[in-house]
């Protein structure tokens, strides 16, 4: 505890946090894009000891990549048509 504070007013930072988290702004497209890659990342040939193990991950990646292609397309669009919303 930095010894400035008292044990409550220690506290009662720790709780605001929880209280009153900070909001961030939206992620844009490009960020969606590179979470969903990164999570593609982590499937990247990774074999599971079980069919269902591997039959989650194969569905993972497949879905994963099709967020992706959606995502550019609606980008694509985007441009094309000049429309931003």
Not at 3 to 31: D, G
Request: net charge positive; charged share 30%; proline share 6%.
């Amino acid at each position: 505890m930095p010894p400035q504070l008292h044990a409550w007013q220690f506290q009662l930072s720790r709780l605001s946090c929880y209280l009153f988290p900070r909001m961030k702004p939206p992620l844009t497209n490009r960020e969606v894009y590179d979470l969903l890659h990164q999570a593609l990342l982590l499937f990247r040939r990774k074999r599971a000891d079980s069919d269902e193990g591997q039959g989650a991950i194969d569905a993972a990646h497949a879905k994963l990549e099709a967020l992706q292609r959606g995502l550019l397309t609606v980008e694509d669009y985007r441009e094309r048509t000049g429309d931003r919303d």
